[in-house]
């Protein structure tokens, strides 16, 4: 899972004693990995700033899209997705619309995330989310005030979804298990509750 | 001209009843052919093909000694035909057929395989491929040298005139090295002034002359220059022809305005526009001044500037409402005309160039800098004028929504240049690096305590005296920000704007407050060019700007024959750049001009006269009105080919019903002998 | 295509809407009807699924659920109406990527054919996504002069909102990325001033309009107080413009706005106190419903101070 922010790191001061682009840190296959992902010229970038420019998280947290983008750029793997700010982007595209080089780093950024989950770097509200949907198709499920509340309003206590359909889960399970998402997000959940 | 009947009926015996005898000769092109194909292989094919008689290849065949093998071979061997596998024929073919020539043949005899730009370069990464493709390269080459036939070059006279379409700084200095040169030069201009955007523009980097004081000296040679005939308020409407003898009709916009010749010529003695200027408080009609970018008044009778060239009083017939004040208040000068209609008028030219000059993209496009959304953020050609002495502010710069003077101005860079989006230009636009550090310096020198901010990705300082100018301007206080601006928003209150970008280099978003905001904006083609560029039959790039011949060694040329660009119209550049082009193709326009007669190449159609059955229909179809019928001897009528219109593009040959209509050098037989060669192998 | 159908609409529900604002569901339907649109219930519908959440950890799950959601639209043969800017791009978005790539259509397919029919839990191996409709968020249906338009919807109008300032959240996904919506500009875009205006309301113009509100894509549950801390500056902006309510189309921004003014008095002790409503609610306090029929009362932040100035 994701570190807290504000870490030290000592492997930093390892790489930063490496002057030549982090040569074994460095995974060039990355940059295609995340252009696959994402299906945008990620490699494209020349760090006009553009993107964090726009970036309402920017201006409140260490976040840098740029430096995503150039860690994309040279194939810095580790380094990008073990950086807890990979998880800070809202997804809000100010940066898509806006860059000269009609590059779509949001798409970059989600990109990055698919393959940290991979390697089990994810924070676990994400997966909650997962579960929630696993367990009723829904990652905000209904509640007992609400249902009353429906009622009073002339709806259905359940809206026609799969609350009131439940016979239609086991095929979004399948869905979600044909990539054993859940499988996966129950045990990184499970190892994160062990260590508080 | 077209006295052809009896030798096509000669060479075309000659080609069938000599037994051909073909040298081959393959060039190594250093490694880039030979680093890739199996030379050795190609040779041993080529003695195989019928015909070929030698066969042997070379480092660099288009070095002295490998051009003497080709003479040489052809004398040895008593060949009838070359054929040179290398490059493309538009590098090396002048080449091949002097040697040829040198050898005895008719230069025409030669025949060039491209064994390299279509070969090695395009499958260099498939040497066995690219063998065999070279060995039919060289098979069809073969089939055609084999028929190829003696051609003679036509010469054609060359009128000793040019033109020159527009007349910015880059159309003045060719029209005054053409006239100087001594040569007739019509200068079309389709505003009433010469001077173009130079003339909107304060000073020029990095000497900071004031570009007024540079340019009027040009404007008052070009207006006095004997050898110019200055064509202001015209637009070319037709052209026809081509190099040497272009035929323009050029549309005399109508301005209102009788010249003091032009009055003189309608018999009103000592009458015409003198520039009194009596006329403009009259007129009642106001409207925004495009010379000021909209930021001026201006009446319908009007100067474009205060240093017009020629100075001449034009009425804006789209505005004016005819009231007739400006007439009674010309009085006895008679120089105003309201009914005045636009006139044609043709004239005879040898050569021409374009310089067509360029407009300011439409930076309000992209939304995010607020461009026609927020007062305060206007574009660089807007500061141009607000800082000029003349402009409407006489230089005094002050903000649009309020008239004070700011004391923080960004300057956003590559404003639409160097944009991928489909909205901006993917091109530099290559001036406004440097004109933006003028504006940092022009307001530094004007307002104290102002702070210039200027936003890049690089600083392109690429000329002479050009980076020792950043050096200055960052000396002078300029703060330079590395990185673009991403979002530009206008606090309602205040109307000062709020910059929101990343400055990289301290890996920081920053949200800077300014009273001001300049828009580099990028430059794209004049709004005119690609009609014009269309009527003289001239290309465009992808994005708009007119095609050189060849990027490096033939700047000023174009596609079409006698055609030359000059100045921004071929690319974005500065005025150094432009003066020098423009002299470039002033120079290259006067050459056929001087020599007085081009050679076309010999491609024309020919009439086969025993086989045409008169019935015109390939006249019709010539795109360049290169057929006539004429009356044949003995009755009925018969094609006639005026072959210095002929571009020998084939559209006759491939229609003519009769197979009456013989290409010269693209003949039937051998582009028949080429295709059999190709798909039926080439098994002696 | 929807003209042809006479406007009648697959409505999908999403989330947050049914299961916390149900007046934004219950206005949604009702004006819609009175506008001439239909809204019919997909049955079975999941999740669309979340595109922060998904689309973060598993792109082909979110492909393939939101896929599976756009085929029960297709089996009911009708074009999709949503009311959720978050739905809006893992519906509308889903459905043009695979209707424009072969090889994600191919896998997505391969994987629903294992799913049960929406019609009949029992059968498997109906379902395959054909790209046979089209997705719209409810907004732009009334804002298209060809299916309602402003001037319908001030017909509707039946109690105008008049002397009421109003703020307009367009929220991210339903405009952007501009090059794979078809909606306009996100600079400054003004078609849903236009239909705040057309309830007679003021539409007022802020500083941020475009910002987020900093729920999306994670970053709600990620970190809160970053999230809350975006939501935050723009509540600052729509108080400096003194606005009597914001309104939004996406009941996840709606939340944030909503809930989150409780959050940032809790962690920045600041109170604002701005009613936030659906658009689909204001439509329907402009046609008429009560606040009661509107569940105003679930929002975390009253209403009541708007709803003085109308009632």
Known sequence: MAKAKGYSDPKMEEKLKDRYYYREYSNPDFTKKVHDLARTVNHMCFQCGTCTGSCPSAPRSSYRIRLFMRRNVMGLEDE????????????????????????????????????????????????????????????????????????????????????????????????????????????????????? | MADTKSKVKETKAKVTDQKPRIGVFVCHCGTNIAGVVDVKAIIEYAKTVPNVVHAEDYQYVCSTPGQKKITDAIKEKNLTGTVVAACSPRLHEPTFRRATKEGGLNP??????????????????????????????????????????????????????????????????????????????????????????????????????????????????????????????????????????????????????????????????????????????????????????????????????????????????????????????????????????????KVKVGTVVLALGYDMFPVENKREWGYKQFDNVVNSLELERLICASGPTAGHLIRPSDGQTPKRVAFVLCAGSRDNTGIGKPYCSRFCCMYSLKHAHQIIEKIPGVIPYIFYMDIRSFGK?????????????????????????????????????????????????????????????????????????????????????????????????????????????????????????????????????????????????????????????????????????????????????????????????????????????QVIAQIDAFLLGGAK | MAEAKGHDYALFLGCIAPNRYPGCESAGIACSKKLGINLHPMKGASCCPAPGAFGSIDLNVWYAMAARNVVIAEKMGMDIALECNGCYKSIYEVNEKLKHNDDLRDMVNEVLKTV???????????????????????????????????????????????????????GCHLIKPKKERHLGDTENPMW????????????????????????????????????????????????????????????????????????????????????????????????GMSPTDLALDMHAIPVDPFLKKIL
């Open chain 3, 192 to 287: 849903i001033e236009e239909l705040v205006a057309a309830l007679g309301a003021e539409p007022v113009q802020y500083r941020k309009k475009m910002q987020c509100c900093g729920a999306g894509g994670g970053v709600r549950g990620y970190d809160l107080v970053h999230a809350i801390d975006i939501t935050n500056e723009k509540l600052g902006y729509l108080h400096d413009a003194k606005v009597d309510a914001v309104t939004e189309v996406c009941p996840f921004c709606q939340l944030q706005f909503d809930r989150g003014q409780i959050e940032i008095k809790e962690k920045f002790g600041k109170m604002w106190g701005l009613p936030v409503l659906h658009f689909n609610e204001l439509l329907g306090l402009a046609q």
């Open chain 2, 108 to 345: 025409f005899r030669f025949e060039m395989a491209n064994i390299r730009e279509q070969g090695t370069w395009v499958h260099m990464h498939d040497p066995a491929g690219a063998t065999e493709k070279a060995k039919d390269a060289i098979r069809i080459a073969v089939a055609k040298a084999s028929l190829l036939e003696d051609l003679t070059p036509k010469s054609v006279a060359v009128e000793h005139a040019a033109m020159v379409v527009g007349a910015g700084i880059a159309g003045m200095q060719a029209a005054l090295d053409l006239a100087n040169a001594g040569i007739k030069t019509y200068l079309v201009e389709k505003l009433p002034s010469i001077g173009g955007r130079m003339s909107q523009l304060d000073k020029t980097f990095p000497t900071l002359d004031c570009s007024q004081c540079i340019l009027t000296p040009k404007m008052v040679d070009v207006g006095r220059a004997e050898n110019i005939e200055l064509l202001t308020y015209h637009e070319v409407d037709a052209v026809e022809g081509f190099i040497g003898n272009f035929d323009v009709t050029l549309r005399k916009k109508a301005n209102g305005v009788l010249s003091m010749a032009e009055a003189e010529a309608k018999g009103i003695s000592g009458g015409g526009c003198n520039g009194c200027g009596d006329c403009e408080p009259v007129c009642p009609v106001i409207k925004p001044n495009p010379f000021e970018m909209g930021m001026k008044p201006r009446k319908a009778i009007y100067i474009y500037h205060p240093q017009v060239v020629p100075l001449l009083y034009t009425i804006d017939f789209d505005s004016c409402i005819k009231c007739g004040l400006c007439v009674t208040a010309c009085g006895e000068k008679k120089a105003i005309d309201l009914e005045m209609k636009d006139e044609l008028r």
């Open chain 2, 465 to 669: 005296m050009y980076e020792e100018f950043y050096y200055r301007i960052q000396d002078e206080g300029a703060k330079f920000i590395r990185g673009r601006v991403a979002n530009i928003l206008e606090d309602p209150v205040t109307k000062n704007l709020h910059v929101y970008a990343e400055d990289t280099m301290l890996n920081r978003p920053i949200d800077l407050e300014v009273d001001m905001v300049v828009l580099a904006a990028a430059v794209q083609p004049a709004a005119d060019t690609d009609r014009t560029r269309k009527l003289f039959g001239v290309s465009c790039s992808q994005d708009g700007w007119l095609l050189e011949a060849h990027p490096k060694l033939n700047p000023c040329g174009t596609t079409t024959a006698g055609v030359f660009v000059a100045g921004v119209c071929q690319g974005p550049k500065d005025i150094p750049d432009t003066v020098a082009q423009a002299e470039g193709a002033a120079s290259a326009a006067s050459i056929p001009i001087h020599i007085g007669k081009v050679e076309l190449e010999p491609y024309f159609a020919q009439c086969i006269e025993e086989k045409c059955a008169g019935c015109g229909m390939c006249v019709n179809l010539c795109p360049y009105s290169a057929l006539s019928l004429v009356d044949k001897e003995g009755g009925g009528k018969v094609m006639q080919v005026t072959e210095a219109k002929c571009k020998g593009c084939g559209t006759c040959g491939g229609f003519c019903p009769g197979g009456a209509i013989w290409m010269q050098h693209f003949a039937t037989p």
């Open chain 3, 116 to 170: 049960p029919d929406p019609t009949d839990p029992t059968k498997k191996g109906t379902m395959e996504f054909k790209g046979t409709i089209d997705v719209f968020h409810l907004i732009e249906l009334y804002s298209d002069p060809k299916i309602c338009g402003p001037d319908r919807i001030k017909e509707s109008v039946t109690r105008p909102l008049t002397g009421t300032r109003i703020g307009v959240h367009y």
């Open chain 1, 80 to 196: 990008s997705l073990t950086d807890p700010d990979l998880w800070l982007c809202t997804t809000c595209y100010c940066c898509t619309d806006r860059c000269p080089r009609d590059i779509a780093p949001t798409d970059v950024i989600m990109a990055m995330r698919n393959i940290a989950y991979q390697r089990g770097i994810v924070p676990v509200n994400f997966l909650k989310t997962v579960q929630a949907i696993y367990q009723s198709g829904h990652g905000v499920p209904n509640n007992d005030v609400n249902r009353a509340v429906r009622v009073r309003l002339g709806l259905a206590k359940d809206p026609p979804t799969t609350h009131s359909y439940p016979e239609f889960l086991p095929g979004i399970r399948q869905i979600i298990d044909h990539w054993h998402v859940k499988e996966k997000a129950d045990k990184i959940v499970a190892e994160a509750e062990k260590h508080g």
